[in-house]
């Protein structure tokens, strides 16, 4: 679905530019920082551990929360 929204989006302005641009700042700002932190950073500190396993929903909120804060960051640059 998000590939066919990102053709029909690309064919209707005749350019890529937007999506391409879209997709760049997705992996960099995701997948190359936000994550990698997630896993690396965090785990090794036991007072996350214990907050992950005591707060699930409030453990979750806050990782939509980075998503979003990292996301956000990505398209103001």
Known sequence: MPVAASVWVAARN???KAVLFGA??????QLL???PALQYILPMS????LFKATNPATHLVLLALSAGVFEECGRYM
């Open 14 to 16: 005749k350019s890529a």
């Open 24 to 29: 760049a700042c997705f992996i960099v700002f």
């Open 33 to 35: 920082l936000r994550i």
């Open 46 to 49: 036991a007072d996350y551990v």
